[in-house]
């Protein structure tokens, strides 16, 4: 069965994007929707954006080339029909949610994924605020089970640019909650201003792209609360607006941090592996470690979600 490339829908989405973002500018700027722009801030996110498309089209071939590679062990050939795309695109989002932790949850793929929660606000810029190096993490290759499973990556691509397309719009503080069916089953502004919340209870939570069904059922989902308002960021806050130190600083960091253990390799391949916060001297500052030193201060909140039970 032959598959011709689909139209690249990020790149046709681009003015749709422009045009979202100078609205919302607009409105929060005049009071007409809720939310926060800093000029240095927005312009950063917007460079880092650029930049992502210029390296991402730098490295498209080799990426296509590496599911191309996996296509000929394919154990069937899915047609391309309108059911086997929607099952593509769900099944495309369930490996998005495991991409996704593991970007939070493994230091070597957090290295890149760290510059799209480097703003300390939250509005439709922080979605273009992305990394410039994520293929060359090899995170790419957990979507390869669906290439073995029949899908072809052009399907795939054009799955993950729709996915993408949807993700655009939740990030951005003008939307409150949407109806209550909508949040139980999409991913929603509300659910995404938790992922990229700072607060103890939010670190870790609410990694889908378009289902929150996936953090309802693998135990991550957290809902906003109003009495605990989101602080968007990371844990140790960038202070500069420089593309250069928001696309690398973490890889900087752990570089530095490998030097420091001298020649041990295990060491470094300790803090690959594990959590963005983890020491090998066992001196632990993990989102784990955050959440329980929050429990301690707060022991009437211990237990909630997010947030682990009191210790003994």
Request: proline letters at 7%; glycine letters at 8%.
């Amino acid at each position: 069965m032959d598959f011709t490339p689909f139209p690249d829908v990020t790149a046709l989405a681009a003015p749709v994007f422009v045009a979202s973002v100078a609205w919302e500018w607009w409105a929060v700027k005049t009071g007409r929707a809720k939310g926060r722009y800093e000029t240095k801030d927005a312009l950063a996110s917007m460079a880092m954006g650029l930049g992502n498309v210029v390296v991402n089209t730098a490295t498209a071939t080799i990426a296509l080339w590496m599911m191309m590679l996996a296509w000929p062990f394919r154990i069937m050939t899915i047609p391309m029909t309108w059911w086997s795309f929607a099952l593509c695109f769900v099944a495309y989002d369930f490996i998005y949610y495991w991409k996704h932790r593991f970007a939070h949850r493994m230091r070597w793929f957090w290295m890149e994924h760290v510059t799209h929660h480097s703003s300390r606000h939250y509005n439709l810029t922080t979605a273009l605020r992305q990394p410039w190096f994520g293929p060359f993490t090899g995170l790419i290759l957990v979507g390869l089970p669906l290439v073995w499973l029949g899908f072809h990556p052009y399907v795939l691509a054009l799955a993950g640019g729709l996915n993408l397309i949807y993700q655009f719009w939740i990030h951005t503080e003008a939307v409150d909650k949407m109806p209550r069916w909508f949040e139980a089953v999409m991913n929603t502004p509300s659910h995404h201003r938790v992922h990229h919340a700072t607060n103890p209870r939010y670190l870790d939570t609410n990694y889908a792209g378009v289902f929150i069904i996936w953090d309802k059922m693998f135990g991550t989902f957290v809902p906003e609360r109003e009495d605990d308002k989101p602080s968007y960021g990371i844990v140790k806050q960038l202070t500069t607006h420089n593309p250069i130190t928001i696309a690398f600083h973490e890889f900087g960091g752990f570089l530095t941090d490998c030097a420091r253990d001298g020649l041990r390799p295990w060491r470094w391949l300790g803090r690959a592996v594990n959590a963005p916060g983890w020491s090998p001297d066992g001196h632990h500052n993990r989102s784990a470690e955050l959440k329980q030193a929050y429990v301690a201060a707060h022991p009437g909140q211990a237990g909630q979600p997010g947030l682990p039970p009191a210790r003994d």
